[in-house]
């Protein structure tokens, strides 16, 4: 949203009653969960892919650029 995460909400969510991420964005006006959706799919202009080994493969980093992406760095 323009007014950005409510972190706050987002800690009960998840610490607090262990409900899924899905849950943030019914009780977020503005917000909207893709099922299954592939993080590489959104438009943006950087790409910071961390935490895990080989999480971005040629077909994601093609799919950034066609989204817009104009630079991707290691996160971690």
Same mark, same amino acid.
């Given at each position: 949203?323009?007014?950005?995460?409510?972190? *706050?909400?987002?800690?009960?969510?998840?610490?607090? @009653?262990?409900? @899924?991420?899905?849950?943030?964005?019914? *009780?977020?006006?503005?917000?909207?969960?893709?099922?299954?959706?592939?993080?590489?799919?959104?438009?943006?202009?950087?790409?910071?892919?961390?935490?895990?080994?080989?999480?971005?493969?040629? *077909?994601?980093?093609?799919?950034?650029?066609?989204?817009?992406? @104009?630079?991707?760095? *290691?996160?971690?």
């Amino acid at each position: 949203t323009p007014e950005g995460v409510d972190i *706050e909400l987002l800690k009960d969510i998840k610490e607090v @009653r262990r409900a @899924r991420l899905s849950d943030y964005a019914k *009780e977020t006006d503005g917000v909207t969960y893709h099922e299954g959706g592939n993080i590489w799919e959104v438009e943006a202009d950087v790409a910071l892919p961390c935490a895990t080994q080989n999480e971005l493969d040629g *077909e994601s980093a093609i799919m950034l650029a066609d989204n817009g992406c @104009r630079y991707v760095a *290691e996160g971690a």
